[in-house]
């Protein structure tokens, strides 16, 4: 059974950074792909990043340029580097395993709140 657990959101000023953490239990981790997802208040859950076992990485056109996906095999966990944050970055943070199909493999964990203002 997957786990997943988030932490490091926080409030910070537009402009700032924060770091996301995301550790996995429960599945062979260095060669699953790892995404990072968001939900807003009355938004949908949407894909930020994601990457591969070898490192190969996707981007959501939001947050390109401003947000690095990586990971740490050795520690079954995944980051987010999260810089020049805007008030629309404001919203749950999620992680997950997911599938060749897109689909994700666990249950969703309690997220991570970030929380930017202007």
């Known amino acids: 059974q997957v786990q997943l657990v988030e932490s490091g959101g926080g409030l910070v000023q537009a402009g700032g950074s924060l770091r996301l953490s995301c550790a996995a239990s429960?599945?062979?981790?260095?060669?699953?792909?790892m995404g990072w997802y968001r939900q807003a208040p009355g938004r949908q859950r949407e894909l930020v990043a994601r990457?591969?076992?070898?490192?190969?990485?996707f981007y959501a056109d939001s947050v390109k340029e401003r947000f690095t996906i990586s990971r740490d095999n050795a520690q079954d966990t995944v980051y987010l580097q999260m810089n020049s944050l805007k008030p629309e970055d404001t919203a749950v943070y999620y992680c997950?395993?997911?599938?060749?199909?897109?689909?994700?493999?666990?249950?969703w964990g309690q997220g991570t709140q970030v929380t930017v203002s202007s």
């Open positions: 997950n395993a997911v599938a060749s199909n897109g689909a994700v493999r666990g249950s």
């Open positions: 429960g599945i062979i981790f260095g060669i699953n792909t």
């Open positions: 990457i591969t076992g070898g490192g190969s990485t």
